[in-house]
């Protein structure tokens, strides 16, 4: 995650101040390995009642590997990032909008119009962001508007330091993800 310095430090303390985590659901899965992440994800849509998600990758790259991944295991599902053409991808978010797929793919490309992008209960971080201040804008959408919103963190060895990074800067907890998930 980036450094930054007071200056920058208090203006995004000011930011926090009108933004909440309040009443979000943050877990954490260890995955141990990045290989392994995707069968995570996997039986994660499989255990969870799904209706519809959002996924976070950090780059398009690993966004258009994922959405194949996904589709070629039967998901419904749409992928946007900065690469993505703006007819497809206005496409590709109604359809996520209108429910004819389930899973939205994206990069953090597209979040610098976030009004464009749709409100989904649950928010997975494929990628934990490379910005303290891209979790917020992840996850944050997930609980907006009073709603119950749930966010997923798939973390390795070399990312889960990460989630405590999280946890400080946002005065948040980011509990293991239970066994249990009927609660979802």
């Given at each position: 995650?980036?450094?930054?310095?007071?200056?920058?430090?208090?203006?995004?303390?000011?930011?926090?101040?009108?933004?909440?985590?309040?009443?979000?659901?943050?877990?954490?899965?260890?995955?141990?390995?990045?290989?392994?992440?995707?069968?995570?994800?996997?039986?994660?849509?499989?255990?969870?009642?799904?209706?519809?998600?959002?996924?976070?990758?950090?780059t398009a790259d690993k966004a258009?590997?994922?959405?194949?991944?996904?589709?070629?295991?039967?998901?419904?599902?749409?992928?946007?990032?900065?690469?993505?053409?703006?007819?497809?991808?206005?496409?590709?978010?109604?359809?996520?909008?209108?429910?004819?797929?389930?899973?939205?793919?994206?990069?953090?490309?597209?979040?610098?119009?976030?009004?464009?992008?749709?409100?989904?209960?649950?928010?997975?971080?494929?990628?934990?962001?490379?910005?303290?201040?891209?979790?917020?804008?992840?996850?944050?959408?997930?609980?907006?508007?009073?709603?119950?919103?749930?966010?997923?963190?798939?973390?390795?060895?070399?990312?889960?330091?990460?989630?405590?990074?999280?946890?400080?800067?946002?005065?948040?907890?980011?509990?293991?993800?239970?066994?249990?998930?009927?609660?979802?």
């Amino acid at each position: 995650m980036e450094d930054m310095d007071q200056r920058q430090k208090d203006e995004v303390a000011a930011r926090r101040g009108q933004l909440t985590l309040a009443g979000m659901n943050q877990f954490y899965v260890d995955c141990a390995r990045e290989e392994w992440k995707f069968d995570t994800l996997c039986d994660l849509f499989n255990i969870i009642n799904l209706t519809q998600a959002i996924v976070f990758c950090n780059t398009a790259d690993k966004a258009t590997w994922l959405a194949a991944k996904l589709a070629s295991d039967g998901f419904s599902l749409a992928a946007v990032h900065g690469l993505t053409d703006a007819t497809d991808a206005r496409a590709a978010l109604t359809d996520f909008r209108v429910a004819v797929v389930r899973v939205l793919v994206v990069t953090d490309g597209v979040l610098n119009n976030s009004g464009l992008l749709p409100y989904a209960w649950l928010s997975v971080n494929y990628d934990l962001p490379a910005s303290l201040d891209d979790y917020m804008t992840r996850v944050g959408r997930s609980g907006r508007f009073g709603r119950r919103g749930v966010a997923i963190n798939l973390v390795t060895e070399e990312t889960a330091a990460q989630v405590r990074q999280l946890e400080e800067y946002y005065n948040t907890a980011i509990a293991a993800l239970p066994d249990d998930l009927s609660f979802l």
